[in-house]
């Protein structure tokens, strides 16, 4: 005998990606870039939903995953990333659509590029009377980025749709999904915290330092501290900040002062000898951004009141750079941080 719950799950709208019950999220696979597009090329032609109403669906469908990860994924009018398409029964390159219920939707793992409805489904915005067109398309979207369904049954990957209230958040488990395929959303992350950052450090390619003043969230834990706890012996609170990748320091600059750190194979900075150093110089004194630009010797980028200064950290010297016009063309007057890769 079946009882009345597992009836009504065998019944309810469900995607058309085949099941794979793992523990909790599952990943396929991904795109080797972070920058994707999207277009409706062919709308429902059955839905009382506009052809604006659906690409806001959709559009609010992909943020939701664009929101917690390193993806940015925009419409586009031209040839995109993924193509959305609401179909009928049989169509190109995939298993036939059901009719109204069943199967609502189907979509390719990368590097495929399609996403497809069921135009026989009533589609809707909402949760009452039909199928409510942005919870499934962000289902959708999570195969179209690389992931599986999931057996957590709360998440929005597991293989039957659900109904979500408007404002709903992704499960924790369709976070962890997406962002061990493409990373956090570090700059997202920041801006809830911070209303401007004063410095940002790349020290990898997935993983950043925020500064703001006296505070830092470390981007490999997400743990917010005082600047001193990450970096000892250094300056109470910090103006400019930068990260050399090819000679493994940091560099932090407060005032007339810089203070050099290493990092060691545990993730830890450690105060280079003879730090703090002072900047002879006045006009680039309280820099407010710094970039690293040449790696062989280990030049920095210092930019004041819209000017760019050298400063070479083992001469301790700094020297004005007459090429930013070159390097940066029209930059403007006033920069809360950079980053150099």
């Not at 390159?93 to 609502?104: I, M, V, W």
């Not at 959708?140 to 599986?148: S, T, V």
């Not at 940002?200 to 500064?211: A, G």
């Not at 000017?307 to 029209?330: A, D, G, M, Q």
Request: proline residues 6%; negative net charge; hydrophobic residues 35%.
């Amino acid at each position: 005998m079946i009882d009345e719950i597992t009836e009504n799950k065998i019944r309810a709208p469900r995607c058309g990606v085949q099941d794979i019950f793992p523990n909790e999220y599952r990943i396929e696979s991904s795109w080797p870039m972070h920058n994707l597009t999207w277009k409706i090329s062919k709308y429902s032609q059955t839905s009382k939903l506009s052809p604006n109403q659906q690409r806001l669906a959709i559009n609010q469908a992909v943020n939701r995953w664009a929101e917690v990860s390193s993806l940015s994924i925009q419409e586009t009018k031209y040839n995109p990333t993924l193509d959305v398409r609401f179909e009928k029964r049989f169509h190109a390159n995939h298993k036939p659509f059901d009719g109204k219920g069943g199967l609502a939707g189907h979509a390719s793992f990368p590097p495929g590029h399609y996403v497809h409805f069921d135009d026989d489904e009533n589609w809707i915005i909402g949760t009452i009377g039909g199928l409510d067109l942005e919870t499934i398309a962000a289902h959708e979207f999570g195969h179209a980025l690389g992931l599986e369904h999931s057996d957590e049954p709360k998440s929005l990957m597991a293989p039957f749709y659900q109904t979500f209230p408007a404002d709903f958040k992704l499960h924790p488990d369709d976070v962890a999904g997406i962002q061990r395929l493409y990373g956090k959303n570090y700059i997202n992350f920041c801006n809830q915290t911070y209303k401007s950052i004063d410095a940002v450090m790349r020290i990898n390619e997935s993983d950043f330092v925020f500064v703001d003043n006296g505070d830092v969230i470390d981007g490999r834990n997400g743990k917010k501290m005082a600047v001193q706890s990450l970096f000892p012996g250094g300056p109470d609170w910090v103006e400019a900040a930068v990260y050399s990748k090819d000679f493994h320091r940091a560099y932090l600059f407060k005032y007339d002062r810089s203070w050099a750190y290493t990092i060691g194979y545990d993730g830890q900075f450690s105060l280079v000898n003879n730090s703090p150093k002072l900047i002879f110089n006045k006009d680039v004194y309280s820099p407010e951004c710094a970039v690293r630009y040449n790696a062989k010797y280990e030049h920095i980028l210092l930019l004041k009141n819209g000017k760019f200064f050298t400063f070479v950290p083992y001469l301790e010297i700094v020297l004005p750079f007459t090429h930013s016009n070159e390097f940066f063309p029209n930059i403007p007057s006033k920069i809360d941080a950079a980053i150099s890769r």
